[in-house]
Every structure is written in C-alpha cells, then in structure tokens.
C-alpha cells in the first residue's frame, strides 16, 4: 500500500510569485485535505477536496486555490505570495464521511523571501 | 465553535520515566472524534488513534494509553516507560459532528517531548 506522497519536499520563493504544490493520495482514498502550519504552531485547515470538487474550505483568502483530479492526485496553487505564507504545507488523505482518520504525507516546506 | 487545548508547550523526562500530555477540548457538537498524532522532526504527521465520543473506554496499544473523559472535555495520552525513540511534538485533534460531510481537523498547538537518555 503505497503512502501519501508530497512534491517537492522544500521549495524558495520570492514574494508575489505563485507556487504549486502536489499530493498524491493514499491508494484506495478518494479524498485529499490541505493544512497550513506555521513555525510552532498546530496545522491549520486550508481546504478539501472530494470527487474533484473542494468540499469545504477554512480561513483562507481566495489566492489559495486547489484541484483534484480523477486519481485523486491533487494540487495547492498560492498566488501572490506573502512572507507569512512561509510554512509546512500538509497533504491528507482519507475516505469520505465524517471522522474518517486522515493520513498525512511528509509535507512541503515553503520559504517566502 | 471547536477549540483543542494542550497546555504544556514542552516537557522534559529522562528515559524509562511516564510522561501524560493533556487535551482539553471544546465543542457545541453532541458527537465528534478525537485523535492523536505523532510529528517527528521529519516532519510527517504520524497517525495515533481514533476516538469517538460514544466510546469513553481507556484504550491501551503497547506502551500508550488513552484516557477519555467527556464530562471534564479531556482526552489525554500516557507513554509509559519513555524512550528516545518517543521525542516528537505531539497534536491532539478534533473533528466532527458525525453528521456533517466536511471532516476538518482542528488541532491543538502541539507538546514538544523530549525525551533524555
């Protein structure tokens, strides 16, 4: 059984460029959450993805973006990059329905200069 | 709206001590899940446990142990005989209710556990 997988594993970039980052999910789950977490912080709930179709969303301006695709695969897109944007991007990936255990890849971690 | 609290920032303990990390949680909702996880320095979130809040059973695996308490909004996780192995910070989250399509996770601000040998 293959594990969730997250690419690229550190990325650096300037502030107002745009970045994508990639998730692939657990074999066998169909449905794929974005956190956020800050420098000392607990992961913070970006937004989620089931059949293609964000299925909730936290806190977070509209430059936060995603998609996911008929494998499950899915993508965070940040536009206009902000410094505080600089943190440990988290990838889950669970079955649908309420209080499903989400898995969690090795993450990626964005450096806003 | 749901909050998860854990109070203590770091702890400390030499190796073989037992070491409880609290949970404190806040929710409107009747049902809801509770976990815990694992975050090495690596990075990757490490799945602990489930618990859902019909079940109040402590629950042991190994050298963990879980203690629910849904009249004091508790659920907070005991190692028993700490190793080096165990120095990680540790998340308490919660989602719910049971009845709804969206299951975020909220998590606490994490324990950092550092464990001496």
């Known amino acids: 059984e293959t594990g969730v997988t997250q690419s690229p594993t550190h990325l650096i970039k300037t502030r107002g460029q745009q970045v994508t980052l990639r998730c692939s999910s657990q074999?066998?789950?169909?449905?794929v959450s974005w956190y956020q977490q800050a420098l000392g912080q607990g992961p913070q709930f970006i937004f989620q993805?089931?059949?293609?179709?964000?299925?909730g969303r936290g806190n977070f301006p509209p430059r936060f973006s995603g998609l996911q695709f008929p494998n499950y695969s899915s993508e965070l897109n940040v536009n206009a990059l902000e410094l505080d944007d600089s943190a440990l991007y988290l990838c889950?990936?669970?079955?649908?329905?309420?209080?499903?255990?989400?898995?969690f890849g090795p993450g990626t971690r964005l450096l806003v200069l | 709206a749901q909050k998860v609290t854990q109070a203590q920032t770091e702890i400390s303990v030499v190796e073989k001590e037992d070491v409880t990390l609290d949970c404190v949680y806040e929710?409107?909702?009747?049902?809801?899940?509770l976990f815990w996880y694992k975050q090495p320095p690596s990075g990757e979130l490490v799945f602990l446990i489930r618990?859902?809040?019909?079940?109040?059973q402590n629950e042991i695996s190994g050298r963990y142990s879980w203690n629910f308490q849904k009249s004091t909004s508790s659920f907070n996780f005991t190692i028993t005989a700490s190793q080096v192995v165990d120095s990680a910070v540790y998340f308490c989250?919660?989602?719910?209710?049971?009845?709804?399509?969206?299951?975020?996770?909220?998590f606490g601000k994490g324990t950092r556990l550092s464990v001496i040998a």
């Open positions: 889950a990936s669970s079955l649908e329905g309420v209080g499903e255990t989400q898995y």
């Open positions: 993805y089931y059949r293609e179709e964000e299925n």
């Open positions: 618990r859902n809040s019909f079940d109040e």
């Open positions: 929710t409107r909702d009747t049902t809801y899940y």
């Open positions: 074999s066998g789950h169909n449905t």
């Open positions: 989250a919660l989602s719910g209710p049971l009845n709804s399509g969206n299951t975020p996770l909220v």
